[in-house]
Structures are given as C-alpha cells and as structure tokens.
C-alpha cells in the first residue's frame, strides 16, 4: 500500500506512442488483478498491438490519459471515446476502460483520472458520459460514490453500465473536494 501524503506526486498525463509497451503490461496486470487471472484473459501482445493501433490512429475524439508515480511508472490509465449508439443514447462520451494498479486503490487517483476524462470530453463539447463494467464488480461502489447513476437494459437488468448524465456536476464536485 502507498501511503497518500505520496499522493501527491502523481501526474496525470496524456498517453503518448512511447507508452505502448508500459501501457501493454499495464494493462494485462490490471486487468488480471480486477477480473482474475486466467488462460482466456487477453495476452501481452494482444494489449501492444491494441494499444499501438490506438494511440498511433489517434482517432477524433479519442484519448488516453496515463497516471504516472515518482519514478515515472504507470500505475493507471483512463480511455475516453465517443458513444455513439442507440442504447443510452442521451450519453455522448463513453470511460471505455479505467483501470489503476490495486496498490495504488484509495488514494483519490482513480477520481482524478475520472475528472481528467470528464473534463476532456467538456472540452469536446461532450456533456454527459457512460461506462460498461462487469455487473459483479467491486469497482461498482466506486462509480456511485462518484455520483454515477447505474443503467438498465430494456428488461430492467443491470449488466453493470453506469452514467454521468451532466460533467458540469461531476467537475465541479471535483474541484471542491
């Protein structure tokens, strides 16, 4: 665990090409931390040809912001896209992946990388943003603390999407705290 007067040295930046292979092992420890290990799980060079299309495409409106620590290591990431699809189609920006070292959980860093994102998309004009997540995650109470309302299919079920309807809260709540 990381104490959190060490918090501080965190830097949010935005992902760069020169990321990829961090990002890729980023990625793959993760992602096996948050959903368990296992032979089906998405490989190394899966994640570096993944990233490398992404951040080398840089496609409109897309973006990746790393969290970095004092030795200049990832420790977390956040991707933002645009939603463009008719289900939950009053949001416009979609946290297509947000993911954070677990020794590094509980020191405000997966907030800041949240309103990192949410800030940008206002920037884009984008006011409202979304998430998909596994329904039976422990990450879920974290997105309700932050004010994320959970998102149900046609049929009342809860498949583990959530939704920030209005940014402007979000940020601001952000800055004040």
Not at 83 to 111: A, P, T
Not at 148 to 168: I, P, R, V
Request: one cysteine or more.
């Amino acid at each position: 665990m990381v104490n959190k007067t060490a918090a501080q040295a965190f830097k949010i930046r935005e992902a760069v090409l020169s990321d990829v292979i961090a990002l890729s092992e980023l990625h793959v420890q993760t992602f096996n931390e948050t959903h368990g290990s296992s032979p089906n799980n998405p490989t190394y060079e899966t994640r570096k040809y993944q990233w490398q299309q992404l951040l080398q495409n840089n496609a409109p409106g897309q973006f990746c912001f790393v969290i970095e620590n004092e030795n200049k290591e990832l420790v977390g990431f956040a991707r933002g896209i645009p939603y463009e699809h008719q289900d939950h189609s009053k949001f416009k920006g979609e946290l297509n992946k947000i993911y954070l070292l677990n020794k590094y959980h509980r020191l405000g860093l997966g907030r800041k990388l949240i309103y990192s994102v949410a800030q940008r998309f206002i920037s884009q004009n984008i006011f409202s943003m979304l998430l998909f997540g596994d329904a039976n995650n422990k990450s879920n109470g974290f997105y309700e603390i932050m004010g994320a309302e959970k998102l149900f299919a046609n049929n009342s079920a809860f498949h583990g999407g959530y939704g920030w309807s209005d940014l402007t809260k979000l940020v601001v709540a952000g800055i004040t705290t």
